[in-house]
């Protein structure tokens, strides 16, 4: 049986913080304007501010189209959402796939500390870096966005 693992990240903000947190938290359907990776992202169930709700994100990553369908828990306190997969290209390779991410507010900006939470579904499959990488670019993108509004 696979062992479960993780991948972390930190990112810088130069946007304040707590802007960066509502998008995540409560505007997702904004990221496509700020991300060219990202095509859409869509209520499935629930709706945009509800914990436990399911969102629908399409994007590309490395050049083919992905769907990737989460279940959003937040942390208001620590500022922390937390995507579980519970269906999408992730899951064809990883048994279990979160992604978090932490915003921490510094000064006049921020750092968001990603982390991807997987369990593989074989012991041999590579860990998902891709998928890590296209969240620190979406992180960047958005903040760039943030900033220049």
Known sequence: MAQADKLEADVELNAPADNFY?????QAHHVPNASDSIHAVEVHEGDWE?????KLWKYTLEGNPEYFKEKADVDEANKTITFTAVEGHVLEQYKSYKAILRVIPTGDGGLVKICVEYEKLKADDPP???YLDILVSVVKDVDAHLVKA
Do not use: D, L, Q
């Open 22 to 26: 509502k998008i995540f938290y409560s």
């Open 50 to 54: 509800t914990p436990g709700s399911t």
């Open 128 to 130: 998902p870096s891709k």
